[in-house]
């Protein structure tokens, strides 16, 4: 198993773009969950969704929008992209909404 | 709301010394802790979490909630230890995710 995979790799947008980022979680696994990485923090919190459903959301805008598919893979959507939005966007995936998190590789954005 | 605290952004150690790297949280309820490593160019993984009590490549982190802490520990360094490590609190039902610190890049020189 190739573990949690995220496309693209990176991506350069300008402000006021439109963005989405895509995800495949592990085999059998049903929840997905969305980190935004800023350079020198750690990882914040942006949505989980398990079987499909919105299960928690962090402290993001409503131009940050995600959503699951039946395959249980995952994109997250972020319109009207601001400079601040430029950052390392790390998925990762478990078993169900309480288990261990499994992440992938991420996808940085760079937003001019 | 939940924060975590790792109050050292880099920390040196040579080869065979003992290891600490500090974690302390805020919560009002019970958090479930972890520490997550992540090794040049490789992805984020777990190192290990509190409610498994195990030690894992020769790190152990205790729970202390008088404290609020939940500092990694490692009584001997080894050089494939240098790596990026996040303490993270989940505090359940899903619906904030974890809260991760900020990070602390450790170092072991030979």
């Known amino acids: 198993d190739a573990g949690v995979t995220q496309s693209p790799t990176h991506l350069i947008k300008t402000r006021g773009q439109q963005v989405t980022l895509r995800c495949s979680p592990i085999?059998?696994?049903?929840?997905v969950s969305w980190y935004q990485q800023v350079l020198g923090q750690g990882p914040q919190f942006i949505f989980q969704?398990?079987?499909?459903?919105?299960?928690g959301r962090g402290n993001f805008p409503d131009r940050f929008s995600a959503r699951q598919f039946p395959n249980y893979s995952s994109e997250l959507n972020v319109n009207a992209l601001l400079l601040g939005d430029s950052a390392l966007y790390l998925c990762?995936?478990?078993?169900?909404?309480?288990?261990?998190?499994?992440f992938g590789p991420g996808t940085r954005l760079t937003v001019l | 709301a939940q924060r975590v605290t790792q109050p050292e952004k880099l920390l040196s150690v040579f080869k065979g010394a003992p290891v600490e790297l500090k974690c302390n949280y805020s919560?009002?309820?019970?958090?479930?802790l972890f520490w997550y490593v992540q090794y040049s160019r490789q992805r984020l993984q777990l190192l290990l979490r509190?409610?498994s009590r195990e030690s894992i490549k020769g790190f152990t982190a205790d729970l202390n909630k008088g404290e609020t802490s939940f500092h990694l520990k490692k009584p001997f360094a080894q050089e494939e230890d240098s790596a990026m490590y996040y303490c993270?609190?989940?505090?359940?039902?899903?619906?904030?995710?974890?809260?991760f610190g900020k990070g602390t890049h450790l170092i072991i020189q030979p």
């Open positions: 085999s059998g696994h049903k929840s």
């Open positions: 990762a995936s478990s078993i169900d909404s309480l288990d261990e998190q499994f």
């Open positions: 509190h409610i």
């Open positions: 993270a609190l989940y505090s359940g039902g899903g619906a904030d995710g974890l809260t």
């Open positions: 969704y398990y079987e499909k459903e919105e299960r």
């Open positions: 919560y009002s309820g019970s958090p479930e």
